[in-house]
């Protein structure tokens, strides 16, 4: 009688938890039916993904190329939103991504690992993590030069404190050689899916119903020259952004190519570099065609003089193949021709006025800066361009290290170089292993794909210190650093 009472209670408490959880779905479903399209996919693919948690065996290792995948997808959520009456502002109030979502799914997995275990410490690789938080403190110390509201200056020093902890768990879960290897995979494959995207817009002349993932459109008509020629976004919202994206993952399909894998593997290599290579060349991005071809130049010498042990041949042929790519291209391709020779040069002819009111700004500023997300308020008043960029032209200077310069200063310059600094000098240094494994070719890759991301960001800017991808690219960075130095360890004793 005890075990049939004892079974009864457990089935009335599974129907009980049954119908509430189904009355809470029910109910996040009337919420999400409310929205607009825009917000219902939002909420609808958080519901999704909270379903994940439960239904999937390996769950946090889905989530986390997932996530991977995601930071291409311009579409978040404002719980908390302010509008500004002037100038808009970088951050209008507490934004959760698309991204953010299964991040913070894996932080929630991480720490309740680490409370119920308690075996595997956080590693804090203090070279990157001690100017980070430098960097921190200088944003808050910022803040309090500028008039934005509390919850705007709080919300933005929480998306600097995030770009941290992404950094944190990439670089402590990406430990072994395969997921090292399957997250470049990944940074490849979401690549391929902005490029299919991209690919469909252009052929098809339209956004393809795409307009819900960011506020801009995902494919513009723009003149240049005596005609108007077409850009592609894939889901980034902007041109320049899918460009500056497809630059930087470019060069680890490169690295690839050379890496000892099966002749199957490296078809599909080159059949994605094709695919990669003619949507950068439809973004019609200037900025980032430059930043290929700086990036492909340093990781085709590094592949080559790798494989053929003679540095002077290697840096002709990395030569010779980057303009063997580019020059029949912007010769023979009408829109490239058009941006490149014809008459479409005002977006970079506004690029130096405004690094001049950048300039001024540090100038006057050079400790604290005028405040992170200030930009745009003060920079009227150290206006003394000709053109008063300001009033013409009121968006941020082009430039993402001036920006970091006139908003916090140059210590926090300094300390975000320093960042980049130890990073490449770890990738340098692990892409000099002499084994025969995918592993150094990937440290070629990444090395590439940082020069790359600097030279897009001298011509743009996407406030890097707001929970921006760089910091995943500089938490898997680190984490094949720190395995290459494990090894060697190992090797060594």
């Known amino acids: 009688m005890s075990y049939l009472a004892d079974s009864e209670s457990l089935r009335s408490r599974g129907w009980g938890v049954v119908?509430?959880?189904?009355?809470?779905?029910?109910?996040?479903?009337?919420?999400?039916?409310?929205?607009?399209?825009?917000?219902?996919?939002?909420?609808?693919?958080?519901?999704?993904?909270?379903?994940l948690l439960v239904i999937i065996p390996q769950r946090e290792k889905f989530l986390l190329y997932l996530t991977v995948v995601l930071m291409t997808v311009a579409l978040d959520f404002h719980?908390?939103?302010?509008?500004?009456?002037?100038?808009?502002?970088?951050?209008?109030?507490?934004?959760?991504?698309?991204?953010?979502?299964?991040?913070i799914l894996l932080l929630v997995l991480w720490l309740g690992r680490l409370v119920v275990e308690g075996t595997t410490p956080i590693r804090f690789f203090p070279w990157v993590s001690g100017p980070f938080l430098g960097l921190w403190l200088l944003s808050l110390l910022s803040t309090g030069r500028s008039d934005l509201p509390l919850v705007i200056k709080l919300c933005t020093l929480w998306l600097v404190m995030e770009s941290w902890l992404i950094f944190l768990y990439f670089a402590n879960h990406l430990k072994e050689r395969p997921r090292l290897i399957t997250v470049a995979l990944a940074l490849l494959l979401a690549g391929a899916?902005?490029?299919?995207?991209?690919?469909?817009?252009?052929?098809?002349?339209?956004?393809?119903?795409?307009?819900?993932?960011?506020?801009?459109?995902?494919?513009?008509?723009?003149?240049?020259?005596?005609?108007?020629?077409?850009?592609?976004?894939g889901t980034f919202g902007h041109p320049n952004n899918l460009g500056g994206y497809l630059a930087m993952?470019?060069?680890?399909?490169?690295?690839?190519?050379?890496?000892?894998?099966?002749?199957?593997?490296?078809?599909?290599?080159?059949g994605l570099l094709l695919l990669l290579g003619t949507a950068l060349l439809l973004t019609l991005s200037r900025g980032a065609w430059l930043a290929f071809s700086l990036g492909a130049l340093f990781t085709l010498f590094m592949c080559l003089s790798h494989r053929l042990k003679a540095k002077g041949v290697a840096l002709l042929l990395a030569g010779f193949l980057v303009v063997l790519f580019m020059l029949p291209t912007s010769i023979l391709l009408e829109p490239m021709k058009r941006r490149l020779f014809q008459e479409d040069y005002g977006a970079a002819?506004?690029?130096?006025?405004?690094?001049?009111?950048?300039?001024?700004?540090?100038?006057?500023?050079?400790?604290?800066?005028?405040?992170?997300?200030?930009?745009?308020?003060?920079?009227p008043s150290y206006d003394v361009t000709p053109e008063a960029i300001s009033y013409t032209f009121p968006q941020p200077v082009h430039n993402e290290f001036l920006l970091?310069?006139?908003e916090l200063g140059l210590p926090a310059l300094g300390l975000f170089l320093l960042i980049l600094g130890v990073l490449g000098r770890g990738l340098w240094r692990a892409s000099f292993q002499e084994e025969e494994t995918p592993l150094p070719y990937v440290a070629m890759g990444l090395l590439g794909a940082f020069i790359a991301w600097g030279a897009f960001r001298l011509t743009d800017y996407h406030y890097v210190l707001l929970a921006d991808p760089f910091w995943v690219l500089a938490g898997l960075s680190q984490g094949l650093i720190a395995v290459v130095v494990r090894e060697t360890a190992v090797s060594t004793t």
């Open 349 to 379: 002819q506004a690029r130096m006025p405004l690094a001049v009111v950048a300039l001024n700004i540090i100038r006057h500023h050079p400790w604290l800066g005028v405040g992170l997300t200030n930009y745009l308020a003060v920079a």
């Open 19 to 51: 119908l509430l959880g189904g009355g809470a779905v029910g109910a996040f479903l009337l919420l999400a039916a409310a929205q607009p399209p825009k917000w219902f996919f939002f909420l609808i693919f958080a519901l999704a993904a909270g379903a």
């Open 404 to 406: 970091i310069g006139a």
């Open 249 to 270: 993952v470019l060069q680890l399909n490169l690295a690839l190519l050379f890496a000892p894998w099966r002749r199957s593997r490296k078809v599909a290599l080159a």
């Open 193 to 233: 899916l902005q490029s299919l995207i991209g690919v469909g817009q252009y052929l098809s002349g339209s956004t393809l119903g795409l307009e819900l993932f960011g506020e801009a459109k995902t494919f513009m008509q723009m003149r240049a020259g005596e005609g108007l020629v077409s850009r592609v976004s």
């Open 79 to 103: 719980p908390i939103y302010l509008a500004s009456a002037t100038t808009p502002w970088p951050v209008s109030g507490w934004r959760i991504s698309l991204f953010e979502i299964t991040f």
